[in-house]
Structures are given as structure tokens and as C-alpha cells.
């Protein structure tokens, strides 16, 4: 110790000059290490939902703008067009949306709701490029839905795909070069390769209005497609790309409990609901919230902005029934990062019952519905049925 010590006192002053360069150089590499920090993990591993490389650059037309905020489905689709402020509402609006906010009252005291599905219950969407090799998906299902299987026969999804956690195992191949899309429910991969219970496909994304029925592929139906209301997936979604451009271009995707049986509202096409309170939502519903509530005065946390924002400009559509009231992120699995998580994350460090808590619930409001009886036609399926004609695996 003794001689470390002396020569460090024998030192050249052109040493300790140099020392101390050093220092500084590593101080300021730590300070901008610290502010890269601050923002939110990367998002995007590999292609964009554009198909470009770039997050956001739309190929082709749009290729010169990498500014474009990317978006399932047409223009004027039901998942992308404005509501006027003077939208009419529903004659049940005021009750209905009374019995659902005694319904979110619950589950914020329970903190089991409302929630924001991402890890599980949520949608991995793998965006592929032309080249992207082709599988078959077998489909599970008796009787069998000829068009399905044959929509299924060539379908680019890569070997490492994996589908969300938890019963339903949603995914969606989504490839821009062909504008076409594949959604699956219940997806695995076993000795005989890949397999699924139900889903569906849809080609000329970019022009559809993101509800399947009989112009969707062809030979397609009404009762295809992974929710129980024949809405498509991919539809209200919160992507990675409203994340990065800090705003929701689109209506929102909701699912709540007690689901209202035996009718459902355009553009629904068919429903699995229960329930025989008359208050309940139906699937295919669209909320929104009042035009007149400024939202600037409620000091809510970013993306809970962003929802609000997206819920008073687009709507929200009921797609699915669930335990609890749900909206959906896209799910991370396609990703290298989780880019929800952590205080510099998506989330703020929050859980999705704590950003949604703010959310002005009580200014929803139910826009006039056109009501259809959900007959027991042939093939009219709805995921109660599914699940008794899944075949074991």
C-alpha cells in the first residue's frame, strides 16, 4: 500500500491532468446515459405497422413522410372516422351508462378494473415483409368452414410467433406488401405444426372497413373473426405507433361484463352475450365521451389523455364481453422490450387501474344503436359455440 501510494504522489502532473480528462469523459457519458433514460424504451423490433423500417413511414405514396400515424383499415371505416358533436344519442344512454359506471365503481374498489390488456387477454401483432414464408394453419373446427381453412393454407407467420397469454391466445399476421391480414384465436404449434380454433382473414386492409362479413375474403361470412361481434382485432387496438406520436388516431376497442343476450347493435355482426338486464351493453355498442367535457381541465396522465382524446374524437366500440371492463394495447410479444413497463415506460410506472381511475367514466355517453336479433341462423356462431366444436388437441 505504502508504494501505490508513493508513486501515485510521484505522479507527472501531465498524469493528473489526464486522470482528471478521464473522469470528466466518463461523467458526461453517465449524464447522457441518464437522459436517454428519460425516454421510453424503443418499441419497434424490425418492421413498422407501415412495413417500412422506420416506425410510422407508410410505404409507397407515403414513404417520403415519415411523419404519418399508421392505421388499420379505410379512411372512412368505422374504426377511423370523427363523430360529430351532435351525434345522436341513444334513448337508454343516461341508464345505461349509469349501470356501467356502478359496474366500474366495483371493480375500483376491488382494483380489479378497469384494466388495460397488454401481456395477456391482448393482441401480439407481427407485421411481415413480402418475402416472409408461408405456413399452413390448421383450423380446429367441425363442421368445417371450407373458405376459412382455405384463407389459412398460405398464411406468412413466422416460427417464432408466439400468441397472447391466457385461454384465448389471440394474434394477428398483418402483411403491408399484400395489404392482408390474419387473425387467430386459441393458437399453438404442435408436432402437426400450426392450429387454431377460429379467426379469420381479410384482404385489402387498406380499404375495408374493419368488420368481417361477405366482402372481407372470398367465401368469407359474418360470424368470422376472433371477437365475439365479428370486429376485427386489429380494429381499436392501441398500437406502438399512436405511443410514439403521443396520439390515437382511431375509435378504442372496450370489452365489459354482462354482456346483453340475444341482440347486438350494427356494426356488430353477431354476439355472445348473457345477460337479460336491459341496461346492459350490447356488442357492436359505441360510446364516446361528452363533446363538451374539456378534457385539458382534468390533469389526467398522458396516455389517459390520449385515451380520453381518442374516446371523445373516434367512440369506443363494445366488442367483447369479459370479467372485468377492458381496453386493449397492442401486446409487446412481437418486441424485444417490454415498452409499457418501468417509470420511463408507457405505463409511467403505473398499473392500467391507475391510469384509468382518472378517466371520466361518468361522461360516457351511448350513441343511438340499430339493433339486430342475434337468431340462431345456420353457422351463426358465437364463442359459446366455438368452444363446443374446438376439437381436442
Known amino acids: 500500500m505504502e508504494r501505490l501510494i508513493s508513486c501515485r504522489r510521484d505522479a507527472a502532473p501531465w498524469v493528473t491532468g489526464l486522470v482528471l480528462i478521464c473522469l470528466l469523459i466518463c461523467a458526461c457519458l453517465a449524464l447522457t446515459a441518464c437522459a436517454t433514460s428519460t425516454d421510453p424504451p424503443a418499441p419497434v423490433a424490425g418492421l413498422s405497422l407501415a412495413g417500412s423500417a422506420k416506425p410510422g413511414q407508410h410505404p409507397g405514396k407515403d414513404a417520403a413522410n415519415p411523419a404519418t400515424h399508421f392505421r388499420f383499415f379505410s379512411p372512412t371505416s368505422i374504426w377511423n372516422t370523427t363523430l360529430s358533436p351532435n351525434a345522436a344519442l341513444d334513448p337508454t344512454s343516461s341508464a345505461t351508462i349509469g349501470a356501467l ?109 374493419g368488420v368481417y362479413g361477405p366482402k372481407t375474403w372470398p367465401g368469407s361470412e359474418p360470424w368470422w373473426g376472433v371477437s365475439a361481434s365479428s370486429l376485427s382485432v386489429a380494429g381499436g387496438l392501441i398500437t406502438f405507433e399512436d405511443l410514439q406520436h403521443d396520439e390515437i388516431n382511431h375509435a378504442l376497442a372496450l370489452a365489459v361484463p354482462d354482456i346483453r343476450a340475444r341482440i347486438y347493435a350494427s356494426p356488430a355482426q353477431r354476439s355472445d352475450g348473457r345477460s337479460t338486464n336491459p341496461l346492459s351493453l350490447l356488442e357492436g355498442a359505441r360510446l364516446r365521451l361528452n363533446p363538451n367535457l374539456d378534457l385539458t381541465t382534468l390533469h389526467l396522465p398522458k396516455l389517459t389523455l390520449m385515451i380520453a382524446q381518442a374516446a371523445q374524437r373516434y367512440g369506443i366500440y363494445v366488442r367483447d364481453g369479459s370479467s372485468n371492463v377492458q381496453l386493449y394495447a397492442q401486446d409487446p410479444k412481437s418486441l424485444t422490450v417490454n415498452p409499457y413497463l418501468g417509470p420511463q415506460g408507457y405505463f409511467e410506472g403505473m398499473y392500467p387501474d391507475q391510469l384509468l381511475a382518472s378517466f371520466p367514466w361518468k361522461e360516457l355517453q351511448l350513441l343511438k344503436m340499430q339493433l339486430h336479433k342475434n337468431e340462431p341462423r345456420r353457422r351463426r356462431r358465437t364463442r359459446a359455440d366455438l368452444r363446443r366444436h374446438t376439437k381436442g388437441r
Not at 169 to 198: C, I, M, N, Y
Open 101 to 209: 359506471n356502478a359496474v366500474i365503481a366495483v371493480e375500483q374498489q376491488a382494483r380489479s378494473g378497469p384494466w388495460i390488456n397488454t401481456t395477456d387477454y391482448s393482441v401480439p401483432v407481427y407485421t411481415v415483409s413480402a418475402g416472409q414464408p408461408t405456413v399452413r394453419v390448421r383450423l380446429d373446427h367441425t363442421p368445417p368452414e371450407a373458405a376459412l381453412s382455405a384463407a389459412w393454407r398460405t398464411v406468412p407467420l413466422p416460427p417464432t410467433a408466439t400468441p397472447a397469454a391466457g385461454s384465448d391466445g389471440d394474434l394477428v399476421v398483418w402483411q403491408p406488401s399484400t395489404d392482408r391480414l390474419w387473425e387467430f384465436w386459441r393458437l399453438a404449434h404442435g408436432p402437426q405444426g400450426w392450429h387454431a380454433s377460429w379467426g379469420g382473414a381479410i384482404e385489402h386492409v387498406s380499404s375495408n372497413v
